[in-house]
């Protein structure tokens, strides 16, 4: 079961916490906890339109799309 918790001001910052129980435990995990914080940093620079995520390695990525990892090397 999963339950996320949206909150913030939603047009500058929001975070969602996320709750996710698992029954019966997957690979000897139980219950796992996240945590994502949002962001508006300003218009959308080259390449990225409103809505994309911008992860920490300057990866982006559309939520709105199915997420596929990167290559493994």
Known sequence: MTRAEFSGDFTRAYTVDVKT?????QQGVAKSN???????IGECPAGVKAG???LPDGRVIDPSRPYAPPARR
């Open 52 to 54: 994309d995520v911008v």
């Open 21 to 25: 129980t698992f029954t019966p435990p």
């Open 34 to 40: 996240s945590r994502l914080e949002f962001e508006r």
